[in-house]
């Protein structure tokens, strides 16, 4: 009875990304590369970046742009509800110096099953502060996150390293929601769908 259950979500969560897979596109005509990316289908999952290099086209819609450590920013181009009750997230992360720029360990979180899945973007949160409510990244049944993972340790300088994260979609009444990630101060954004 638990094996049908747990097979029953998983195919349940399979169609519900391949859902958002279609209807979200594919690649947005950037020129990144395909790199490792997250350890479920997603919107976001063709478009992570491994880090060593590329451009994304210059009229990518921006939601929200905040200066981390060492001359990185984040950068948020979109946050789309679906009718399966997500929220996914997508962005970029560009190095504008000249130096190779190491990801933090703390960007993965701090759970230890979920950080014992490589690298990602587990450590991202929403925030909701009108409903006091906070949104962390969704989890697979192998407690993986539906994020961009297994990228590669450092951004070359000048390059970009793409990311999506999804989370649980905030009520309906909530447009509008504050990013938190470690290395980042918060950036206040719009759910654009």
């Known amino acids: 009875m638990k094996n049908v259950r747990r097979t029953g979500v998983a195919a349940l969560l399979a169609a519900t990304l391949a859902v958002s897979v279609a209807a979200c596109g594919g690649d947005e005509g950037g020129t990144q590369e395909k790199g490792p990316s997250s350890s479920a289908a997603s919107p976001g999952a063709d478009k992570a970046k491994n880090g060593s290099g590329g451009a994304t086209s210059e009229t990518e819609t921006v939601l929200a742009t905040v200066k981390g450590d060492a001359g990185v920013e984040m950068v948020i181009n979109s946050a789309t509800r679906d009718s399966g009750g997500f929220l996914t997230l997508n962005g970029q992360i560009k190095n504008t110096g000249s130096e190779a720029y190491t ?3 703390q960007w993965s979180g701090t759970e ?3 950080a014992a899945t490589d690298r990602s973007f587990a450590g991202m949160t929403l925030v909701d502060s009108k409903a006091k409510k906070r ?3 969704l989890r697979d049944t192998d407690n993986r996150p539906l ?3 297994g990228f590669d340790p450092s951004i070359s300088g000048g390059s970009a390293l793409t ?3 999804q989370f649980p979609a905030p009520e309906a009444s909530t447009h509008e929601l ?3 990630f470690p290395g980042f101060p918060n950036a206040t954004i719009e759910i654009s769908g």
């Open 112 to 114: 230890e099953a979920v």
């Open 147 to 149: 994020t961009t993972s």
């Open 163 to 165: 990311f999506f994260a």
């Open 178 to 180: 504050g990013v938190q």
């Open 135 to 137: 949104y962390y990244v």
């Open 103 to 105: 990801t933090p360990v």
